[in-house]
Every structure is written in C-alpha cells, then in structure tokens.
T-cell receptor
Framework: GDQVEQSPSALSLHEGTGSALRCNFT?????VQWFRKNSRGSLINLFY???GTKENGRLKSAFDSKERYSTLHIRDAQLEDSGTYFC????????????FGQGTILKVYL | NAGVIQTPRHKVTGKGQEATLWCEPI?????VFWYRQTIVQGLEFLTY????????DSGMPKERFSAQMPNQSHSTLKIQSTQPQDSAVYLC????????????FGPGTRLLVL
C-alpha cells in the first residue's frame, strides 16, 4: 500500500503568505528528503533530515520518525516558489531507496 | 561539479526496439539509483548500486529491464523490446555516504515508445 501520503495535492498562495506541506508515513522511515521540481523538470534538493528540523531562508522542514510525518513550511511566498514539491523517505528496513509522495503543486500569485 | 549527467535527454523508440539510458554519477559518490516517473505511478524506485555492486533491484520489472554499473563513473539502464507502457522519465541519482545521505538527481531521460 501507499507508504507516503503527501498533502495537499495542490496549493495556491498569495505572494507574501505562507503555508505548510505535509507527508504522513504508514511505516517507520529513517530519513526524509524534500525536493522542488524546477521549470526544466529537474529535482532540486531542499532538505535532507534524519531527525529534528532544518531551516533555509524562507523554508523550514521537520521530521518526526516516531510520529511518522514530515512537514515543509514556506513563509513569505514568492512567485519563484511556484512548482511541484515532493517529499521522499527512506524506509528504516529497506536501505537507501526513496519512496516518494505524489507531490504538491504550488502556485504563488500576485 | 556538473551534477549527475544523464544521456540522452530525450529518446523516441519504436515498439520492440531496445533502449539504453546512461548515467554518470557525481564524482566520488558511491551509491547510484535509478527511478522512473510516470503520470499514473508517480516517482518509483527501480534499482541501486553501491560501489558498483547491485544492492536492490526490487523495483525493476522482471522482464526486459536490466541495469549495470561497469565502473564508478557510469551506469546504464537497458530496456529490451520496449513497449508503450515503458514510456516515462527515467531518473538517475547518486549519493556520497554509504550510511544514508542526500540523493542528487540528474535531469532525467524522457523515453517515448511509439
């Protein structure tokens, strides 16, 4: 069954506002990565977390292995933040292969 | 650092033909991964190598698909007798740390089987 449930599937934000994306896991994961797909279709690394939180500019991510979720917070959204965001996680028992969420299509508007 | 390099970027092939996709990982990275992205299935794992040795091919279709890593600087994914359902974006990724680390993705090869 689905191991990574990502929500929302789509999100519209007014420029300057913020929101959060979330991934729930149906099994124990040992690490999570967040990506943004750029305009050329490449996956750009945002965060890798094995625990706790990380912050980079207007983005902040958290991962709780025990509670089986990860979040990506975006604040002060800008037009260039528009794109598709993916979370991907490594199962604790399955080596380094990533299991991906279905993605969140983010649109930031003026 | 050029990142992960994948060639070709686009490939169109006829049903029944063979397709070979190439990946050059980031220099010094010990793990190489192959994934596939389709509209229906999303992004899904195919196979991975560590220090050129195959570790997990649980995501590979049992027939027609094979992957090799003959040296540390490149890996290939070969699809024999391609079918329309093989049409997808094939992504290669590499990572540095044997114990788990950030995977860096290439731009992908968009395969279209007519």
């Amino acid at each position: 069954g689905d191991q990574v449930e990502q929500s929302p599937s789509a999100l519209s934000l007014h420029e300057g506002t913020g929101s959060a994306l979330r991934c729930n896991f149906t099994t124990t994961m040992r690490a999570v990565q967040w990506f943004r797909k750029n305009s050329r279709g490449s996956l750009i690394n945002l965060f890798y977390l094995a625990s706790g939180t990380k912050e980079n500019g207007r983005l902040k991510s958290a991962f709780d292995s025990k509670e089986r979720y990860s979040t990506l917070h975006i604040r002060d959204a800008q037009l260039e933040d528009s794109g598709t965001y993916f979370c991907a996680a490594e199962r604790a028992s399955s080596g380094q292969k990533l299991v991906f969420g279905q993605g969140t299509i983010l649109k930031v508007y003026l | 650092n050029a990142g992960v390099i994948q060639t070709p970027r686009h490939k169109v092939t006829g049903k029944g033909q063979e397709a070979t996709l190439w990946c050059e990982p980031i220099s010094g990275h010990s793990a190489v991964f192959w994934y596939r992205q389709t509209i229906v299935q999303g992004l899904e794992f195919l196979t991975y190598f560590r220090n050129q040795a195959p570790i997990d091919d649980s995501g590979m279709p049992k027939e027609r698909f094979s992957a090799q890593m003959p040296n540390q600087s490149h890996s290939t994914l070969k699809i024999q007798s391609t079918q329309p359902q093989d049409s997808a974006v094939y992504l290669c990724a590499s990572s540095l740390d044997l114990q788990g680390d950030t995977q860096y993705f290439g731009p992908g090869t968009r395969l279209l089987v007519l």
